[in-house]
T-cell receptor, first 108, second 114 residues
Framework: SQQGEEDPQALSIQEGENATMNCSYK?????LQWYRQNSGRGLVHLIL?????REKHSGRLRVTLDTSKKSSSLLITASRAADTASYFC????????FGPGTRLSVLP | DTEVTQTPKHLVMGMTNKKSLKCEQH?????MYWYKQKAKKPPELMFV???????INESVPSRFSPECPNSSLLNLHLHALQPEDSALYLC?????????????FGQGTRLTVV
């Protein structure tokens, strides 16, 4: 069953711009994770943020978590054409449950 | 080795066929998952094995039958599938079920039922 809801569903930006994707969820979580999926391939883990953390950085990625609002955001700074992919948040309790995803297109 | 290997990569089968999807990992993970993903949709959880025991079955039709022969292998047996079962089937593993660790995904099997 899906829990997270991503916003926007599709996002198109120019290279060099920042991309922000949001995720909302409904139940309690141990942590929230973001994954990337290139077309028709497996998912790749990007970053994990624990329920007691508010912000985390990894390279050009910045993730925030607001457990009071049950929401998270993923910011990709200085985007590149190679960042074009689908991005999913996953809420993790007993299982990994994925939101609907955001399809990001970065235009050269 | 941080890979999850799925075979075959592509599979076309008729509605009366029996086939199996295979998944293998050698990371010592004790949780393994099968997901189904339709185009432009997120992965949907089908089965979870934790310590080689089936933990949940998300009301998946009986034409899908999982098997975990040992801690490194996961199979998905397919029988009498319908065209709407055509999808990308993803296998994943994690050290424990859920928890504060990431899941590792295979590249998937693209299944077409004709």
């Amino acid at each position: 069953s899906q829990q997270g809801e991503e916003d926007p569903q599709a996002l198109s930006i120019q290279e060099g711009e920042n991309a922000t994707m949001n995720c909302s969820y409904k139940t309690s979580i141990n942590n929230l994770q973001w994954y990337r999926q290139n077309s028709g391939r497996g998912l790749v883990h990007l970053i994990l943020i624990r329920s007691n953390e508010r912000e985390k950085h990894s390279g050009r990625l910045r993730v925030t978590l607001d457990t009071s609002k049950k929401s998270s955001s993923l910011l990709i700074t200085a985007s590149r054409a190679a960042d074009t992919a689908s991005y999913f948040c996953a809420t993790v309790g007993q299982n990994f449950v994925f939101g609907p995803g955001t399809r990001l297109s970065v235009l050269p | 080795d941080t890979e999850v290997t799925q075979t075959p990569k592509h599979l076309v089968m008729g509605m009366t066929n029996k086939k199996s999807l295979k998944c293998e990992q050698h990371m010592g993970h004790r949780a393994m998952y099968w997901y189904k993903q339709k185009a432009k949709k997120p992965p949907e959880l089908m089965f979870v094995y934790s310590y080689e025991k089936l933990s949940i079955n998300e009301s998946v039709p009986s034409r899908f039958s999982p098997e975990c022969p040992n801690s490194s292998l996961l199979n998905l047996h397919l029988h009498a599938l319908q065209p709407e079962d055509s999808a990308l089937y993803l296998c994943a593993s994690s050290p424990q079920r859920g928890g504060n660790t990431e899941a590792f995904f295979g590249q998937g099997t693209r299944l077409t039922v004709v």
